[in-house]
């Protein structure tokens, strides 16, 4: 009697078993076919092309972009590529390096604009994890601007180790959880794109504000940043809510973006790279901040 029930329970668990590991083997086959068939889509890119001043101050406003765009933060200093950060099973996320014998000799000046503004290479497959949403309004003007230095930078061999997606994280796209191709949600209807005039007035900072929308949300009253480890902090709240900046000054936010603390005297979690935005003049800092003060106030989910 005894040998019959644990016989029984031997063939359940070995059924159970079985059971669960086809629906894994399921789940990680359509997995992998909706990665990878995402990865060979090809996009086709007709935007106008650039049209560059040549002068130096062009090439001053590029690297200026560069560090306050935040390209700097993962392409490093001189664009040479790092390691963004290793994810273990969802991703190794790295950016690749930027300097001419690397990236600018192999694409044209306009397939590095579909690169930073459409998240498309030069053979029209969409690039992995580029905050292409950040930067798909950049200026005509100011994308050449970046360009230009782009193909500037001093040359470098420095090879970061590929990118890897790895299989939590073909899962986690599967389901809808990472935004691992950018470039799939994206319009990419030929434009022309211009910035308002650059000075301390709301719509230049509505203009700048666009890059922290890939972390704070479109609605910038923040949220868990897509493909994030749930150990790191929700981005920000940074509208006039009681749960984001409102109560703060102007002083206040030049603050936090100067020395990366808050009214309260907290520190900002690393993951802010505020030491980045630093970088803005002061003309900047004050068109974003006029821009989030007349921001509707919003709940979100991150605090300020």
Known sequence: MENTIMGKWFKRSAWLAGLFI??????????????????????????APLQFRGDAGELARGAHLYTVLGCVECHGEGG???????????????????????VAERYSA????????????PDGRPLRFMPVGDFKDLSDADTAALVAHLQMLPDSDNAPPPFEIRPLGRVLYL?????????????????VRTSPPQ?????????LAQTCT???????????????????PEAANLTPHANGLAGWTEADFVKVIRQGQRPDGRELHGFMPWKVYAAMTDD???????HLSALPPAPGTGKG
Request: aromatic share 6%.
């Open 80 to 102: 040479r590529g790092k390691v963004v950060f290793d994810a273990g099973p969802v991703a190794r996320v790295t950016a690749p390096n930027l300097t001419p014998p690397a």
């Open 22 to 47: 086809g629906l894994m083997a399921t789940l990680y086959a359509a997995a992998w076919a909706k990665t990878e068939n995402a990865l060979a889509k090809r996009y086709e890119i007709a935007d």
């Open 175 to 191: 389901l809808g959880k990472l935004e691992l191709v950018p470039a799939e949600r994206l319009d990419h209807t030929p434009r």
């Open 284 to 290: 900047e800092l004050r068109a974003i901040w006029l």
């Open 110 to 121: 306009d397939q590095l604009a579909a690169a930073i503004r459409h998240g498309v290479g």
């Open 214 to 232: 890939g972390c704070h949300g479109q609605d910038l009253a923040g949220q868990r940043v897509p493909g994030t480890p749930p150990e790191l």
């Open 199 to 207: 000075g301390p007035n709301a719509e230049y900072g509505a203009y």
